[in-house]
């Protein structure tokens, strides 16, 4: 069986940029050590990314700060987790989930028996999306999150989506 890390939006703006948290802060060393532990072709990658016009669009109505802008410092990979990914695949994602990742992630589970593992930011916003597309698109593959390897917006709302993802047969540890 083949394991897969997805590594959701280790991005500068979510670790200590614009949408920066202690809590973000705080796992980045665990998401190194995660990184490290999957042979470099099982891991994966998302960006949050934006453009100019982010303001304009509905999440930048109801999110008003404006976040990985592509080009931008902010949208980038923190550095040292950055060296990690080389090599691997980047879903540029415009919004929470990746249909395309999860249309890809199922093509690949019906090749052979594949599980995923999901780390990353923001536990109550893109790491939810994400893991309920892949859960919704391969409703019988194993689904893992780590919780020390993701943060939430606040640490409520981290635990609040734990439940969730746990609520929708997501294996959470």
């Known amino acids: 069986m083949k394991k897969i890390l997805i590594v959701i939006d280790m991005q500068n703006d979510f ?13 980045v060393e665990a998401v190194k050590e995660k990184i490290r532990s999957y042979p470099a072709e099982n891991v994966i990658a998302t960006m949050d990314t934006h453009y100019e016009d982010y303001m304009q669009t509905q999440e930048g109505k109801y999110l008003p700060v404006p ?6 410092k ?7 987790i950055a060296g990690l990914l080389e090599g691997a695949e980047i879903y540029e994602k415009p919004t929470f989930g ?22 990353g930011l923001c536990t109550d916003i893109c790491v939810v999306s ?14 893992s999150v780590d919780a020390s390897c993701c943060a939430g917006v606040t640490p409520a709302k981290h635990e609040a989506a734990l439940e969730t993802m746990r609520s929708c047969q997501i294996q959470v540890f």
């Open 74 to 80: 902010g949208w980038e990979i923190r550095s040292d």
């Open 67 to 72: 976040h990985c802008i592509r080009g931008t």
């Open 98 to 119: 990746s249909m395309r990742l999860a249309q890809d992630m199922k093509a690949l589970a019906d090749k052979e028996e594949v599980e995923f593992e999901i780390v």
């Open 15 to 27: 670790i200590d940029g614009a949408l920066g948290t202690a809590e973000a802060q705080a796992i």
């Open 130 to 143: 994400n893991a309920l597309l892949l859960k919704a698109a391969m409703p019988e593959v194993k689904i």
